[in-house]
């Protein structure tokens, strides 16, 4: 009955899970590029985490993807992008925030089918403990 149950469980989580079409991909365009999201990882730091949002947009129609987003109170200062290499995340690109905490990075979706994974990574400061992005999982359809 226990095994019964963590299957419902495992199905009911993977049902909430939401696929998006992005909103710039053409009717014309046989495949179309997919994301999933995951919620960010949980910190072993007593400070709370900083908000990041992390949105994509498909630039024309090649297999490059603009990924933006907004980090809260982190003006002018590094911000990391990581890509997921198997279970592991490392430095993809970093750069600085603008004067409003946005970013924005540019990268390439390979047309192989899997997925591939981004996360946005701050360092930790005074107020905030080291925040991460929720990832963001791009693949093509």
Do not use: C
């Not at 730091?45 to 949002?53: E, H, N």
Request: glycine residues 6%; without cysteine; hydrophobic residues 35%.
């Amino acid at each position: 009955m226990k095994g019964v149950i963590s299957l419902v469980v495992s199905l009911v989580l993977a049902a909430s899970a939401s696929f998006l079409a992005p909103s710039t991909a053409s009717a014309n365009n046989s495949s179309s590029i997919v994301e999933t999201s995951a919620p960010a990882a949980a910190s072993a730091a007593g400070k709370p985490k900083r908000p990041i949002t992390l949105t994509y947009d498909q630039i024309g129609r090649s297999t490059k993807v603009k990924l933006a987003g907004k980090a809260t109170d982190y003006k002018n200062k590094k911000i990391i992008l990581q890509r997921q290499k198997g279970k592991k995340w490392v430095k993809a690109q970093k750069q600085q925030t603008r004067t409003n905490g946005k970013f924005k990075f540019k990268v390439v979706v390979p047309r192989d089918g899997r997925k591939h994974a981004w996360r946005v990574m701050t360092k930790k400061s005074d107020d905030y403990g080291k925040s991460y992005s929720p990832a963001t999982r791009l693949y093509w359809s």
